[in-house]
DNA sequence: CGCAAGTTTGACGCTGCTCAATCACTGTGG
DNA sequence: CCACAGTGATTGAGCAGCGTCAAACTTGCG
């Protein structure tokens, strides 16, 4: 028995049948939401930690004049950020791209895992990491990159997300449920642009993409013509626990 | 005695004597650095945790093509990530906006200090909450808002984080030592558009420039044109012991 | 069958970039 | 005390990437 969870905190630290077993108690129960719906918005409180189990989120906030900018995608296996309980309330909202499998882990529960196996603290401080290095990865993106190249970081990012957790066909296809607007609002592009974008990743057969499923081409060559150097995701070589020891001094 | 770095934990989490004692103790023995240097780069490994006493500090990373993108700054009282050295390698550089005073902190020091006093445990969550957040609104600035906006809140909230350390004279103005070369490489523009831009909001009467010294003549009125909302600064109202305890069931 | 949502296409204009020159200020050496 | 070099600010002219507006087309679905 496993899923997307434990399948990625695993890449991030040695995990024992204990720890497992743990992660697996706090992902029972999982609930179906629907498309389109929101798990949380900004204003309100946060009470509950969210964890996806399948589908994609998006964490997005809405500005006065109506524009929306997307800030991150969440996909199967990622947190709604473990300590956001302690603010006083949202700075953003999270919404469901797709049809979802949700759990709700009461934060009492996941700061009691997190206290007594240090190794799934540890992976959770790790993913933490992550997200916040792929929020300055995006700032970047948008701030450095023209549409063309902006566009194709972007799909090289979701290859090696949907890679880690088991979600790439051999044929280098993944689904990706996002409407051109979607792409256009996490770019700070618009629609249309998105569109002419797309056509040309096309031309330049580096990619396909219909039906809401994308496929790499070219993976090599996406990844030079975007500037697209994974090390922000810090998929760890080598062992964990070795540079810990290193650096703390003594086991944890 | 005390200086930026207790201030501001103070604001998140009230803090005893001890605890005040505690983080003293960690700020001993800072070193000057001269303006200019990096105090780390990307691809090093991240062996110790940095805290800014004076100065002004940057996050950032340069790209194939030479270019440069400033995802954040330090000012002081503000630390350089506090489980960094979990990580393998750095994916970004800091680097120093002007002279400088830096404490270089021991990451076992730290984390002892965190396992010791909850209070200060929590205070450096909610510290990274922040600078999480300021990511995200720094995305929004940069996707959804035109120079002129960009740049007014930048200005907001350099001014709402300067008041907070105490650093804002009567008259509004504060330091700010930045060239236009580094404005446009943190918004994503270049020093000829950050140029022309500053002008206006000088000939709109908001602002007021020179000799890298930033006046607010118009709080509201620069507030109201960029869009600029505080609450993802997270200044806390309501006493953060109350809600952890709501939310977690007991004192922790 | 017909609507709704999403994609595609075209024409046109503006924001912000490029290139290049000039200006202001400061620190340095003769 | 002045020439001058270096850094940063400012200005101008021309151009292009991307936005706007509007319409047509395509697909899924009740």
């Given amino acids: 028995m496993s899923n997307a969870f434990i399948t990625k905190l695993c890449r991030y630290a040695p995990l024992g049948d204990n720890e497992i077993a743990a992660l697996e108690k706090l992902s029972r129960n999982p609930r179906r939401w629907a498309s389109g719906r929101d798990l949380i918005r900004e204003g309100q409180r946060p009470e509950i930690v969210f964890m996806l189990l399948e589908g994609w989120a998006y964490r997005y906030k809405i500005l006065k004049d109506g524009s929306r900018h ?38 009492k529960d996941l700061m009691a895992a997190m206290e007594k196996y240090p190794a799934i603290q540890r992976a959770l401080w790790w993913a933490t990491l992550v997200d916040e290095a792929t929020l300055r990865e995006w700032l970047v993106n948008i701030g450095q990159r023209d549409s063309f190249e902006r566009i194709a970081h972007l799909f090289c990012e979701m290859w090696l997300r949907m890679q880690a957790i088991g979600l790439v066909n051999e044929d280098e296809s993944f689904d990706l449920p996002l409407t051109q607007v979607e792409i256009g609002d996490t770019m700070g592009l618009t629609a249309v642009h998105v569109n002419r974008t797309l056509q040309r990743l096309r031309r330049e057969e580096l990619i396909t993409l219909d039906n809401a499923r994308l496929t790499i081409l070219d993976p090599k060559r996406l990844a030079a013509v975007s500037g697209f150097r994974p090390n922000y995701l810090h998929r760890g070589t080598e062992p964990l626990e070795k540079r810990l020891r290193e650096r703390l001094g003594a086991p944890v």
Same sequence: chains 1, 2.
């Fill in 70 to 107: 997307i800030l991150a995608y969440l996909v199967p296996g990622d947190v709604c950020d473990i300590h956001i309980f302690m603010l006083d309330e949202m700075d953003h909202s999270i919404g469901l791209l797709s049809d979802a499998l949700v759990v709700e882990i009461p934060p």
